[in-house]
């Protein structure tokens, strides 16, 4: 699909970004610092999650990873790709409609955290297939160990340091040209001029005619 078809009446279109990162990197702090600093501005701009627990997926990715259920692996990964895929109309409308989108994880959690319990990388990427590509991934970037350091971690499934080592080799395996490491380690403040430089780059790139396209690019 072309980007025309993400115009309506002249509208430019949203921009569609993603923070990523190991649990406690900052993301939620992240995405809600860009979301009030960007519409403070005047931009458009509204603050997603994933996974998005208030749908009846949700629900059950929730419970998941709670230890309330107990689901197969592949069946978990399914889920989390199925509540993406769920909203994918709902994103392409935004979009359209000139609102960008700070979305806080997206399908490379979801292939990162499946394919560190072992499951085949290629495996875990197909069924993102055609969801839209985000046009720009700010990926934040801690030492496990030192995530671990702000405390917090909470009583849910992943939260453990080996797993997160982990989770950490395959995001690394999963950047491309799209994305944007940045030292997560610097105080909040810093980081988030850093990640506000690039949105608003990414913003503006989009309003000009950037392509949209679909995952995986190449
Ligand atoms: N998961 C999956 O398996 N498959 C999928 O497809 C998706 C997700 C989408 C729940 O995600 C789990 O789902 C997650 C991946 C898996 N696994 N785990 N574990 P979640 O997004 O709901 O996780 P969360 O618990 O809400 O958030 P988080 O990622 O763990 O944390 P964060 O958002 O990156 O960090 P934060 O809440 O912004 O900050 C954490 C603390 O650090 C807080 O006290 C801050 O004040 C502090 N902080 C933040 N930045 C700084 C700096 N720069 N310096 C010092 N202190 C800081
Ligand atoms: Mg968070």
């Not at 078809?5 to 921009?15: E, F, N, P, V, W």
């Not at 409308?93 to 072992?118: E, Q």
């Not at 990388?121 to 985000?134: Q, Y």
């Amino acid at each position: 699909m072309s980007m025309q078809s993400y115009c309506t009446g002249g509208t430019k279109r949203g921009a569609l970004i993603v923070l990523e990162g190991l649990d406690r990197s900052g993301k939620s702090s992240q995405c809600a610092k860009l979301v009030s600093s960007l519409s403070g501005q005047g931009f458009p701009v509204e603050a997603w999650h994933f996974p998005d627990r208030t749908t009846d997926v949700g629900k059950m990715i929730s419970a998941y990873l709670s230890s309330k259920a107990d689901l197969d692996d592949r069946t978990i990964h399914l889920l989390f790709s199925a509540n993406r895929w769920e909203k994918k109309s709902l994103i392409e409308a935004k979009l359209k409609d000139g609102i960008s989108l700070i979305v806080d994880r997206y399908s490379y959690s979801g292939v990162a955290f499946s394919a560190a319990k072992g499951l085949d990388l290629s495996w875990c990427k197909a069924p993102e297939v055609g969801l839209p590509a985000p046009d720009l991934v700010l990926y934040l970037d801690i030492p496990p160990e030192k995530a671990a350091e702000r405390g917090g971690y909470g009583g849910e499934r992943y939260e453990k340091l080996n797993f997160q080592k982990e989770v950490a080799k395959l995001f690394k395996a999963l950047q491309d040209s799209n994305w944007q490491v940045v030292d997560a380690s610097l105080p909040i403040e810093d980081v988030h001029n850093i990640l506000k430089e690039l949105v608003q780059k990414s913003i503006t790139d989009c309003q000009r005619g950037k392509e949209f396209s679909f995952l995986w690019p190449a």
